[in-house]
């Protein structure tokens, strides 16, 4: 059972991989490789051109964290420049007179300049409405005095103006002992974002300079709406807020996948003497949207080109091969079929086919040869069949085919049939007494002259068995088949065959006639027995004689014998 289902299955993987299948994969297995090789080439390509953004746009950042690190360090010189007025000039009053006329106004980052008491109240500032205001309890002040360095606070929003704001402070006390003033600034976050410009209006590029806890205090214009915001609330930030915030290295990049399922690259820089990083996020699908375009392409391009290449190897299979093959195929079978003298076109075959093609025909004419042969040879071996090679004439199988024959066409056309059975007379006798030799030439004088009175009346004589002949008679009535009898006999006589035990000393023969017109109530073997009736009733007449024996017609429809 496991041997016949292993060959089914060999059989179906045949078919499977038959000649179509194997063309179309070899057109494949050439084609495949060149358009796979320009996809990869096209990949890497993209993995370049991702690589050369990242390191542009790195280098962009860390531009604009330079950029950045000089407001800051501009914002430093202010303040030192106001501590130190601050800690020479004397009192609260002139140092503010100072402090107002020495106010660059080439720096637009800073909006204001504050002179701060050691009780956290506002003594001094360019700007009077913040005069008196306490500042005690702010981190960035407290951290000031404490650390006696320049700081920076984190975004937080002006309490008079409710401006978000990032407050630098410095401590006078970094000058000078004898003083615990601090003098504050305000830096203005939208020249920071400004400075950002070059990173914005950018496809897949987001930039933000957030402060120490993630906040975001500048960004470029189109991307203005996220200033104030937590990076965790950023989609396109929030995975990268933590790693970007918690690393001691001042500059770093690193890939990640967003929350809308987009990979990005981002590149960080520390601003130094802050606690601020700038972030630039590249979305790697937009960045690369032309060359994936191309991808997509070149995907789609060999997808059309191995198709193409499918078909054509098809079509080509059914043309050069299939086609061919399916010609030869249905030749092979006309010609099985007995279309002996169908040929294959050499015209219409391939090249590589006409040597087949000319082996066939020679085959299929050898063939065609040796059939007609074969026929000729059926033909000659039946009319053997149906002769009796003794006297010459049809043999009783010959005689039956041919009154089943006549018997048909007489049905047909509505005619008279005659037949008579013919015996020669004493013919045991003469066998005995001239011996077999003898006998077998007396049959063949019988036959000859019985096949030349056929020719004479169209009829058709054969020899029914041992020393019995029969003349069959078409379209001839009882009289007409009456006179054949007597010719037959006359002339059976006119032979002059000596036969010494015979009352005429010469052979004679006896024949029974018998005539009818055929019909759906009657069959051929009615006929026979007619005339083989008539025979019998020849012999009681003392033989060498002819009687007739006709149809009957009783009233119960049944076929009798009359004489």
């Known amino acids: 059972m496991s041997r016949v289902s292993f060959n089914r299955n060999r059989v179906k993987l045949k078919q499977l991989l038959g000649i179509r299948a194997r063309l179309a994969l070899l057109a494949l297995i050439l084609v495949a490789p060149l358009m796979l090789e320009r996809a990869r080439s096209l990949e890497d390509a993209r993995a370049k051109q991702l690589a050369v953004a990242a390191a542009e746009f790195a280098n962009l950042a860390q531009h604009s964290a330079d950029a950045q690190q000089e407001v800051i360090s501009s914002v430093e010189t202010v303040l030192k420049s106001a501590a130190y007025i601050r800690a020479s000039a004397g009192g609260v009053g002139r140092s503010c007179d100072i402090l107002r006329a020495s106010l660059p106004t080439h720096l637009p980052w800073i909006r204001t300049l504050l002179i701060v008491g050691g009780d956290g109240r506002v003594q001094c500032s360019t700007n009077n409405v913040f005069v008196g205001l306490d500042v005690s309890d702010r981190a960035y002040f407290k951290k000031a005095r404490e650390t006696r360095e320049i700081v920076f606070s984190d975004y937080l929003f002006a309490r008079i103006t409710n401006k978000p704001v990032v407050m630098a402070a410095y401590p006078v006390s970094a000058i000078s002992d004898d003083s615990d003033s601090v003098i504050l600034a305000g830096v203005n976050l939208d020249w920071m974002s400004k400075i950002m410009s070059n990173l914005g209006g950018r496809p897949g590029i987001s930039a933000v300079l957030v402060d120490s806890t993630g906040t975001v205090l500048a960004a470029p214009a189109d991307q203005v709406s996220m200033i104030g915001r937590s990076l965790d609330t950023i989609p396109l930030l929030s995975a990268i ?14 890939s990640f996948v967003a929350a809308d399922g987009s990979k990005r690259i981002v590149s960080y820089a520390r601003i130094a003497g802050t606690e601020s990083r700038l972030i630039v996020s590249i979305d790697e699908a937009r ?36 086609g061919p093959i399916e010609i030869i195929t249905s030749i092979a079978k006309r010609f099985g079929q007995g279309e002996w003298s169908v040929r294959a076109a050499l015209k ?21 040869q040796r059939e007609r042969e074969l026929v000729a040879t059926n033909d000659r071996l039946t009319v053997i069949a149906s002769i009796d090679m003794l006297s010459g004439l049809a043999n009783r199988r010959g005689f039956q085919s041919r009154l089943d024959f006549e018997w048909m066409k007489a049905g047909q056309s509505e005619s008279e049939l005659s037949l008579m059975m013919i015996d ?84 004679t023969v006896s024949v029974g006639v018998a005539c009818t017109r055929p019909n759906a109530a009657q069959q051929p073997g009615d006929l026979i027995e007619a005339a083989d009736a008539a025979l019998y009733a020849a012999k009681h007449r003392g033989r060498n004689a002819v009687v007739e024996h006709g149809f009957g017609r009783p009233t119960d429809g049944s076929v009798a014998l009359a004489s």
């Open 241 to 254: 807020a933590e790693t970007a915030l918690d690393s001691d290295h001042p500059q770093g990049s690193l």
């Open 287 to 322: 960045v690369s949207a032309a060359i994936n375009r191309d991808i997509r392409t070149a995907y789609l391009q060999l997808g059309f080109v191995s198709l193409f290449v499918l078909l054509g190897a098809l079509i080509a299979a059914e043309k050069l091969i299939i």
């Open 348 to 368: 219409s075959l391939p090249a590589e086919f006409v040597p087949l093609a000319r082996a066939f025909n020679a085959m299929a004419a050898q063939l065609s």
């Open 424 to 507: 020669v007379d004493h013919f045991k006798l003469f066998n005995d007494t001239y011996g077999h030799p003898e006998g077998d030439a007396c049959l063949t004088r019988l036959g000859e002259t019985l096949a030349g009175i056929a020719a004479e009346t169209t009829g058709f004589a054969g020899r029914y068995g041992g020393e019995e002949f029969c003349l069959l008679l078409p379209n001839t009535d009882v009289k007409r088949a009456l006179e054949i009898g007597e010719m037959v006999r006359t002339a059976v006589e006119r032979l002059a065959l000596p036969h010494c035990t015979s009352s005429y000393q010469t052979v």
